[in-house]
T-cell receptor, first 115, second 113 residues
Framework: GAGVSQSPSNKVTEKGKDVELRCDPI?????LYWYRQRLGQGLEFLIY????????KSGLPSDRFSAERTGESVSTLTIQRTQQEDSAVYLCASSLAGGIDYGYTFGSGTRLTVV | KNEVEQSPQNLTAQEGEFITINCSYS?????LHWLQQHPGGGIVSLFMLSSGKKKHGRLIATINIQEKHSSLHITASHPRDSAVYICAVSSTNYGGSQGNLIFGKGTKLSVKP
């Protein structure tokens, strides 16, 4: 596609429920990143996929968070047993290749509210 | 101390003013990025640079690798430039797959008409 697409754009969920967030990167972009931005805070790295390599999960804040990517296409970020502190905008970005000197294209984000 | 520091945190300017936002970092980097985050939350990548200077329209980004410092300049500022400007670095020090950008906390710019 023309840009990075994320869905849903907004999600309100009850505490304790599981949620799935989706990211469609730009076609041909081998690298895909998930970030989180809590209200009034900066961007936090969550996870990074590069091609068929093992993902870098070092930013995931707890074992309630997991992410998958099918080949070099769609990625889903799953949050199990959501907590109020999970409320944030979840941003996905992709780049032509990973970790080096390639520009990033960000999606519009998913605003998650846990009530 | 944060690895990427931006200044100022907040900046209010009158339309037409020349604006400078600064970014200092303390890690080795392969590239530095300037991002623009609009009030609605969308993020746009403005520049990626590893040396020298880049210009796009009214925006200019410079980097001094020796001093570990970058600046983003906006000439003839306009209210539509109002946004949060974020500096981020691709660190060579990162003990992992280098998938991680290290972000500054952002500079909130407000340009008044």
């Amino acid at each position: 596609g023309a840009g990075v697409s994320q869905s849903p754009s907004n999600k309100v969920t009850e505490k304790g429920k599981d949620v799935e967030l989706r990211c469609d990167p730009i076609s041909g972009h081998t690298a895909l990143y998930w970030y989180r931005q809590r209200l009034g805070q900066g961007l936090e790295f969550l996870i990074y996929f590069q091609g068929n390599s093992a993902p870098d999960k070092s930013g995931l804040p707890s074992d309630r968070f997991s992410a998958e990517r099918t080949g070099e296409s769609v990625s889903t970020l799953t949050i199990q047993r959501t907590q109020q502190e999970d409320s944030a905008v979840y941003l996905c970005a992709s780049s032509l290749a990973g970790g080096i000197d390639y520009g990033y294209t960000f999606g519009s984000g998913t605003r998650l509210t846990v009530v | 101390k944060n690895e990427v520091e931006q200044s100022p945190q907040n900046l209010t300017a009158q339309e037409g003013e020349f604006i400078t936002i600064n970014c200092s970092y303390s890690v080795g980097i392969s590239a530095l990025h300037w991002l623009q985050q609009h009030p609605g939350g969308g993020i746009v990548s403005l520049f990626m640079l590893s040396s020298g200077k880049k210009k796009h329209g009214r925006l200019i980004a410079t980097i001094n690798i020796q001093e570990k410092h970058s600046s983003l300049h906006i000439t003839a500022s306009h209210p539509r430039d109002s946004a949060v400007y974020i500096c981020a670095v691709s660190s060579t020090n990162y003990g992992g797959s280098q998938g991680n950008l290290i972000f500054g906390k952002g500079t909130k710019l407000s340009v008044k008409p």
